[in-house]
């Protein structure tokens, strides 16, 4: 087949979402198909105002993809970026026009849920109730377009997948779960010393959303009692003094931050830590926790969204309730006082995602599009 894949990020391999789709284009093209990827930088040559800059990006790649229909057997578009080639072939239907495949990392109710909560706390950046309005106007209104008019549906996590499909009415078998994957050398033999360990780690753009308040009061507490422990902050995206400013004075000293890193240079970042957090409030299935798992980390992380999907609380890994930075530090603690509960599971994580790599997960998908092409008459 002939497959197009869109998404509105940049062309950056360190991202999450283009990670998402360079990953499954490179396996669909071992497994015999043409791919082709479009990404907001080949489209937007120009710069566009923000706000408007996805709305914008949308109508662009549907008026593209209506011009080089004959060059493609299906089109996979990222969510929300696929609001307005679904709603032209909803209204017009026109015929020849490439079916239309959904691709989507999380839920915007469960965002919406979760911000609105951490708003109240004063811990949301940017969801006021002015945000809040704009975000449901706009964002959301993208989002359920895209949903709606889609043929089919690939989402990340599991309670997304469940949520898109009852509160749009999706019949059963459009919409299907496909997980993220992590790529094949993030597999590694790990030591697990006999010895304290003081080196936690926490990869991921520095947001609210990703419960970063509730990482810095967990390390906090866990200070207290453990005068050696560290924290690294790798691929934040923002500058040392910005993260800093979220702990305490008194232990800015203990916390390095890597604001970007290059994607061939994190395998050394999972070998040199000992524990990864993810605290995250929102997200869709993380790449970074995927890749630590696959390291043989021992992982901490919360029980929303496509966390739980791939961590068992004390099988492989520890799951903790959100915004609660006790519990986190609580569950840190356990890891840090016990060298047979790092190598049980993080060995046990290890083996869980040799289920997740790409080669694997990317089938679950090219079975889409593969439904998607057939039943729209195309070979």
């Known amino acids: 087949m002939r497959i197009l894949i869109v998404t509105g990020v940049r062309r950056q391999k360190e991202a999450g979402a283009a990670g998402v789709a360079l990953n499954h284009a490179r396996e669909l093209e071992k497994l015999g198909h043409q791919v082709e990827c479009w990404f907001l930088d080949d489209i937007l040559k120009r710069p566009v105002k923000p706000r408007f800059e996805a709305l914008i990006f949308a109508t662009a790649i549907a008026r593209r993809i209506v011009k080089d229909a004959s060059r493609f057997d299906v089109v996979n578009i990222h969510a929300p970026w696929g609001c307005v080639y679904g709603v032209w072939r909803k209204l017009f239907r026109p015929k020849g026009a490439l079916p239309y495949i959904l691709t989507m990392q ?18 949301a950046l ?8 704009w975000h449901r106007i706009y964002h959301q209104v993208m989002y359920d377009l895209s949903i709606r008019t889609a043929d089919y549906g690939a989402v990340a996590d599991r309670e997304a997948w ?12 459009v919409i299907w779960y496909v997980p993220n994957g992590t790529e094949e050398r993030f597999f590694m033999d790990r030591e697990y010393a006999e010895k304290s360990p003081s080196r936690l780690l926490y990869v991921g753009t520095w947001l609210d959303r990703k419960g970063v308040y509730y990482l810095a009061d967990a390390f ?11 924290m690294t902050i790798a691929g934040c995206m923002v500058s040392d003094k910005e993260v800093r400013k979220y702990f305490a004075a008194e232990l800015r000293d203990r916390v ?3 604001p970007f890193v290059k994607r061939e240079d994190m395998p050394a970042i999972y070998a040199e830590h000992d524990i990864f957090v993810c605290p995250s409030l929102v997200e869709g299935m993380p790449l970074t926790l995927l890749e630590a798992m696959a390291a043989g980390m021992p992982v901490v992380t919360t029980n929303t969204c496509g966390m739980p999907d791939v961590v068992e609380d004390e099988f492989n890994g520890l799951v903790v309730q ?20 790092r190598k049980q599971l993080g060995l046990e994580g290890q083996r869980t995602v040799r ?6 997960v990317t089938q679950k998908l090219e079975n889409i599009l593969v439904l998607a092409a057939r039943n729209a008459g195309h070979n």
């Open 106 to 123: 999380g839920s915007e109710e469960r965002y919406v849920y979760a911000m609105r909560r951490e708003d109240r706390k004063g811990r």
């Open 256 to 258: 390095a931050v890597v």
């Open 322 to 341: 959100t915004a609660d930075a006790e519990k986190l530090a609580a569950a840190i603690g356990r890891f840090c006082n016990s060298t047979m509960l």
């Open 355 to 360: 289920r997740y790599t790409w080669g694997h």
């Open 220 to 230: 906090k507490i866990l200070a207290r009692i453990n005068p050696d422990i560290r």
């Open 162 to 173: 469940i949520c898109a499909e009852l509160m749009h009415d999706r019949n059963p078998g």
């Open 126 to 133: 940017n969801f006021s109730l002015k945000n809040r309005l």
